[in-house]
């Protein structure tokens, strides 16, 4: 935890929150507080919003109504971005220039980094930790290209966590993904909520997650259930 995180300010607070896309509702009136060190899992139906709602909490979408608050700042005012890391749903990272699974994870140094600063020992090693955490040190060379789709996924895990992010919302990580690196996620998370991160992940079902979520909530036709 940050020292400049309050233990009782908490960490994503959405108020009333209602998202309209194409003039249909897809939120209505979702309250949702996660507070430091907190993991949670946001389950649901396809459809019911899971994922309209972490983009609308983390700025992508924008809110019909209601509120967020990132860190006691409304999400309007934020700018800290290198306390977020955001990993979406699954998606290929392979198109485009060329690169290496590490030149990859590097990039989440970036918010880390002052503009035109080199990356110096601290970003070097907090790649290497990343990829060590979600088991591909091993493949720091090799072109992204060349990995399996739960592979790229487990990369684009790395770069996020290379950022050191104190809250890290993912929209469903293990989707499509293989058994081996749907567990090999779980444990990265672990390893994370351990070190006193503050953890937000949408799933449809729990499976290797289980052990390590504290606390679930359910939507239901864009409302809270329970």
């Given at each position: 935890?940050?020292?400049?995180?309050?233990?009782?300010?908490?960490?994503?607070?959405?108020?009333g929150?209602?998202?309209?896309?194409?003039?249909?509702?897809?939120?209505?009136?979702?309250?949702?507080?996660?507070?430091?060190?907190d993991?949670v899992?946001?389950?649901?139906?396809n459809?019911s919003?899971?994922?309209?709602?972490?983009?609308?909490?983390?700025?992508?979408?924008?809110?019909?109504?209601?509120?967020?608050?990132?860190?006691?700042?409304?999400l309007?005012?934020f700018?800290a971005?290198?306390?977020?890391g955001?990993?979406p749903?699954?998606?290929?990272?392979?198109?485009?220039?060329?690169?290496?699974?590490?030149?990859?994870?590097?990039?989440?140094r970036?918010a880390?980094?002052?503009?035109?600063r080199?990356s110096?020992?601290?970003?070097r090693?907090?790649?290497r930790?990343?990829?060590?955490t979600?088991?591909?040190?091993?493949r720091?060379?090799?072109?992204?290209s060349?990995?399996s789709?739960?592979?790229?996924?487990?990369?684009?895990?790395a770069?996020?966590?290379?950022?050191?992010?104190?809250?890290l919302?993912l929209?469903?990580?293990?989707?499509?993904?293989?058994l081996?690196?749907?567990?090999?996620?779980?444990?990265?998370?672990?390893?994370r909520?351990?070190?006193?991160?503050?953890?937000?992940?949408?799933?449809?079902?729990?499976?290797?997650?289980?052990p390590?979520?504290?606390?679930?909530?359910?939507?239901r036709e864009?409302r809270?259930?329970?």
């Open positions: 935890m940050s020292a400049t995180t309050q233990p009782d300010v908490p960490v994503l607070r959405v108020t929150g209602a998202v309209i896309l194409g003039g249909r509702p897809i939120l209505r009136d979702v309250d949702l507080v996660v507070r430091p060190g993991v899992a946001l389950l649901g139906a459809g919003g899971k994922s309209t709602l972490v983009k609308a909490a983390v700025g992508l979408l924008p809110l019909a109504a209601g509120s967020v608050q990132l860190f006691g700042r409304p309007t005012a700018d971005w290198e306390r977020l955001y990993v749903q699954r998606s290929t990272i392979s198109q485009g220039v060329p690169a290496t699974v590490r030149e990859v994870v590097s990039a989440g970036l880390r980094r002052r503009p035109l080199l110096g020992a601290a970003d090693r907090a790649v930790e990343a990829l060590e979600v088991g591909l040190a091993d720091a060379n090799q072109p992204v060349t990995l789709g739960g592979q790229q996924q487990r990369v684009l895990m770069r996020t966590l290379a950022g050191q992010p104190e809250l919302v929209d469903e990580p293990t989707a499509g993904v293989d081996f690196s749907q567990q090999a996620i779980a444990d990265a998370l672990a390893t909520a351990r070190a006193g991160s503050t953890i937000l992940v949408v799933l449809h079902e729990l499976g290797p997650f289980e390590l979520i504290q606390r679930t909530v359910l939507l864009g809270v259930a329970y």
